[in-house]
């Protein structure tokens, strides 16, 4: 049974956050109870935790629900232009919390529970995160949804629900093993199932082609069951819609074996329909070309698209039939952003709908489809960039593989128009590549029926222009654009941090929270020494609160003075955990010898899950681990130095350990990481960063100036310099002594000594296969390391430049990349619209609810 709170432990009641009113406090008990009993079927005597959380979401989405409908009810009467956002990955993570922000009732719930004898962190702590992702693309989209809402748009994503999210890590002898994330396993409150809108989706059978056009027959139907999960805005009583598709078999599926009298096997066999959502493919910018990843694909945006053209038509609110018949307005209308390339089937999708059963000729088809798709690219690793067998596109999808090489050779015409004699150039600009086998570059797909491509760092979207897609820019510079990607500040500042947004709010008030460019008036203060000391005051504490979490998690006492270090973030060699654990290493044995030695207290953390097949990021955990267990038992060292793997790393988690953190680590090789997000997330909440000039790391340097960040290493020119030279790791092993050492120790098995040869596979890749250069940015990142550490010994300099950081964090606000997407892509000012509440005006909804349903319209 949930503990009551103390009134030690009560710190809710704060500015931002409102004052609980009396009345709201009486009627959320009422409603709790209501829950508890009506829905739950529970009395206080029987009830569990679990049932007081069910309970208390149900409380909360009630205030959703009058919100939720009239914001639906607004966008049909307005009938905006509607921006469709499709991801193969949410990564929403808890609702509970996010939703009690964003309505502004988190004091009247907090004060709710206590007066009920509940701990509402208790309570907090038993939902779910919803997985749906596997890092940060999929957590990009969650923002990107929280601003949609917040700044009024007429928004909504589409992705799929999948069964089982991202996996859960556990850590087993230092090895990460993976188990399933059951995260529907106790059903969700916030999901509303919508039956009545299921769609067919099509499978495999083949092209019927006569003087009537081409027909796709004989295929395999599997119908997509849509589930509307609430996205609240922030204040402006806005709910959005993220519709998430589950795959249901139709109950003809394999009907021959029913006739055959196998009904077992029949049933049973349905279940290869509904695979198609049953797991989140652990993708880590690494192409996989499954068959069932290519259905998951193409089950997004089929069942996606047929949804979207049936609200194109039916655009007036509580009509079922088609009201507009002209697809003329429909890029006015409607405008469809591709996360990555997965969703890049859609394109060819929308050419089918329009010519196959809407009649439209190729012209006036692709005229649209280029009018209404935009595509945002996520990375510059060629090993990442999909490119699907024409051998298993034409079997599963083959009215599609036509579609795509009629649209090459209509494309390719262009290319040889504009350069006759460069057959090199048309070859590489094709989107079927012939070697090694013949594929479709969907890259290529997404950019030519797009009308804009975007990166997501102005050094991202610089590469993508000079090298990865060079000949698509000098054919279409017109279409290359920059969106900085950017961070939701209500979850990453304002839920995560309330003390911190508390004294924020205090110096200059709470409009920073949806215009997150007013921090800018905290840097007046950096020379403020009681503003820095309250600074100070909260760091500590959130690093109390964590310290106190690792010893009651891993049994590890932490110093809750040292530096908290941390690298989280997907295990992958190119974000270079590796230098890390070189770093940590170096600086073990410095102590080692010299265990008087004038030393700055550190505990590292790392944390982040590696994708199940990928064996080199499997062992940089172990690896890890095993670092760890030498360090952490060494009496020498005591708690001078400490060392955290941070287990099943997840939204919930970042939330935890992001405002309790130092300093930042972000260390990949400059050109490799198109933005990244975690970093933005460090410097919000005052955490210094270390890093190269890669991704975002660039443009929060401009923001901030060069001397509040920590940056090292290479450049992207001197990369590509150092490549074209001929790289010799060997060179830098040889020349550094402490280097070498390291090196030495994880080869000749220092720590593990059961195992000698345990991490070969590692030494032998940073001696002679160091892709991402590693060595040749050691010995600048061990000095800028030091720099660190005689910079937090001065906490006064310290204090200022983390000041400074929170100060320069505006720009990285997903309201301003969402409002660049509005203004620049859909060409949608944002209005930043504010809908009266339920309350505040008579109830649309009641009528509804009396009239028996018939007006609503999804």
């Given at each position: 049974m949930a503990k009551p709170q103390t009134d030690h432990d009560r710190r809710r009641q704060i500015s931002v956050r409102g004052i609980a009113q009396v009345a709201d406090v009486t009627n959320l008990k009422k409603t709790f109870n209501r829950h508890l009993h009506y829905?739950?079927?529970?009395?206080?005597?029987?009830?569990?935790?679990?049932?007081?959380?069910?309970?208390?979401?149900?409380?909360?989405?009630?205030?959703?629900?009058?919100?939720?409908?009239?914001?639906?009810?607004?966008?049909?009467?307005?009938?905006?232009?509607?921006?469709?956002?499709?991801?193969?990955?949410?990564?929403?993570?808890?609702?509970?919390?996010?939703?009690?922000?964003?309505?502004?009732?988190?004091?009247?719930?907090d004060e709710a529970l206590y007066q009920l004898g509940l701990d509402i962190e208790e309570l907090e702590d038993i939902e779910q995160d919803a997985g749906l992702g596997n890092g940060g693309l999929g957590r990009l989209a969650a923002c990107f949804l929280d601003s949609m809402a917040t700044l009024g748009l007429a928004a909504y994503g589409y992705g799929i629900r999948y069964d089982y999210g991202i996996f859960t890590q556990v850590i087993e002898d230092g090895w990460q093993v993976e188990e399933p994330d059951d995260w529907l396993r106790y059903g969700s409150p916030w999901e509303k199932a919508r039956p009545e809108y299921t769609i067919p989706v099509n499978f495999y059978g083949r092209v019927d082609t006569n003087d009537k056009g081409s027909h796709w027959v004989d295929t395999q139907v599997v119908l997509a069951m849509p589930f509307d999960n609430p996205v609240p805005g922030y204040g402006n009583n806005c709910v959005n819609t993220l519709r998430l598709w589950s795959a249901k078999a139709p109950s003809s599926f394999h009907l021959h074996f029913f006739n055959s009298g196998d009904y077992i096997q029949a049933v049973c066999d349905r279940n290869l329909a509904e695979n198609i959502s049953r797991v989140l493919y652990p993708n880590d910018n690494v192409f996989i070309g499954k068959e069932l990843r290519l259905k998951q694909e193409y089950f997004l945006v089929a069942a996606t698209l047929q949804d979207i053209l049936r609200r194109y038509k039916s655009s007036k609110f509580g009509s079922r039939d088609p009201v507009r018949k002209s697809f003329d307005a429909f890029p006015d209308k409607v405008a469809l952003q591709l996360n990555d390339t997965h969703?890049?089937?859609?394109?060819?999708?929308?050419?089918?709908?329009?010519?196959?059963?809407?009649?439209?000729?190729?012209?006036?088809a692709w005229m649209i489809t280029v009018k209404t798709c935009a595509y945002t690219n996520h990375t510059v690793l060629p090993e990442a960039l999909e490119r699907w067998p024409c051998s298993l596109l034409g079997h599963l999808l083959p009215r599609h593989l036509e579609i795509i090489y009629e649209i090459n050779s209509r494309f390719l015409k262009v290319v040889t128009a504009k350069w006759p004699d460069d057959a090199e150039r048309v070859r590489r600009m094709s989107l079927v590549e012939e070697t090694p086998e013949k594929c479709i570059n969907m890259a290529h797909l997404a950019i030519v029926g797009s009308h804009t491509v975007n990166g997501v760092a102005a050094i991202h979207s610089q590469i993508i222009k000079d090298t990865t897609f060079k000949d698509f820019f000098e054919l279409w510079p017109e279409k290359f654009q920059n969106k900085t990607n950017g961070i939701t500040p209500r979850r990453w500042l304002l839920l995560c941090n309330p003390t911190l947004s508390d004294v924020i709010a205090e110096k200059i008030g709470n409009t920073w929270i949806t215009r997150l460019d007013e921090l800018r008036q905290l840097a007046q203060f950096k020379n403020d020494r009681n503003f820095l000391g309250q600074l100070q005051k909260v760091k500590q504490e959130n690093k109390l609160r964590l310290a106190a979490f690792i010893q009651k998690t891993y049994n590890l006492t932490v110093d809750p003075t040292s530096i908290f270090d941390m690298q989280v973030k997907r295990i992958?060699?190119?974000?270079?955990?590796?230098?890390?654990?070189?770093?940590?290493?170096?600086?073990?044995?410095?102590?080692?010898?010299?265990?008087?030695?004038?030393?700055?207290?550190?505990?590292?953390?790392?944390?982040?899950?590696?994708?199940?097949?990928?064996?080199?990021?499997?062992?940089?955990?172990?690896?890890?681990?095993?670092?760890?267990?030498?360090?952490?038992?060494?009496?020498?060292?005591?708690?001078?130095?400490?060392?955290?793997?941070?287990?099943?790393?997840?939204?919930?988690?970042?939330?935890?350990?992001?405002p309790a953190a130092d300093l930042s680590e972000q260390i990949s090789t400059a050109g490799t990481e198109a933005s990244g997000t975690g970093n933005m997330k460090f410097m919000l909440n005052g955490a210094l960063t270390i890093g190269t000039l890669d991704g975002a790391n660039v443009e929060m340097r401009e923001e901030m100036g060069a001397e509040n960040i920590f940056i090292f290493g290479m450049t992207v020119d001197e990369v590509n310099a150092l490549?074209?030279?001929?790289?010799?790791?060997?060179?830098?092993?040889?020349?550094?002594?402490?280097?070498?050492?390291?090196?030495?120790?994880?080869?000749?098995?220092?720590?593990?000594?059961?195992?000698?040869?345990?991490?070969?596979?590692?030494s032998n890749s940073l001696m002679y296969n160091d892709r991402f250069m590693l060595l040749a940015d050691y010995e600048s990142y061990m000095k800028c390391q030091e720099r660190v550490n005689k910079t937090f010994e001065d906490q006064e300099t310290w204090l200022r430049m983390a000041l400074m950081n929170i100060a320069s964090s505006g720009k990285f606000s997903s309201d301003r990349t969402i409002e660049q997407y509005a203004r620049e892509i859909w060409s949608i000012e944002p209005g930043r619209v504010v809908l009266p509440a339920p309350y505040e005006t008579p109830m649309r909804e009641q009528e509804v609810i009396e009239s028996g349903g018939e007006h609503l319209h999804y």
């Open positions: 829905t739950l079927v529970k009395d206080r005597n029987v009830a569990t935790d679990r049932d007081y959380y069910f309970a208390l979401a149900n409380t909360v989405r009630d205030q959703l629900v009058g919100r939720w409908i009239r914001t639906q009810q607004y966008y049909y009467e307005k009938d905006p232009k509607r921006v469709y956002y499709l991801s193969l990955e949410f990564y929403m993570g808890r609702s509970l919390t996010n939703t009690m922000v964003n309505l502004g009732i988190q004091s009247a719930v969703p890049s089937l859609a394109i060819a999708e929308l050419m089918r709908l329009l010519v196959d059963i809407e009649h439209f000729s190729w012209d006036e992958h060699e190119y974000k270079r955990q590796l230098l890390n654990i070189l770093h940590i290493i170096t600086i073990y044995n410095r102590l080692k010898s010299n265990p008087s030695m004038p030393f700055v207290a550190r505990t590292v953390l790392m944390g982040g899950k590696a994708a199940p097949g990928y064996h080199m990021a499997k062992l940089i955990i172990k690896l890890f681990n095993a670092v760890a267990n030498v360090i952490n038992t060494d009496p020498i060292i005591g708690k001078r130095l400490r060392i955290v793997f941070l287990e099943n790393y997840r939204v919930s988690m970042a939330e935890r350990i992001i490549a074209k030279k001929g790289y010799k790791p060997l060179d830098y092993y040889e020349k550094l002594p402490e280097l070498q050492l390291a090196i030495d120790q994880i080869a000749g098995g220092y720590f593990s000594p059961s195992q000698p040869n345990l991490f070969k596979d590692i």
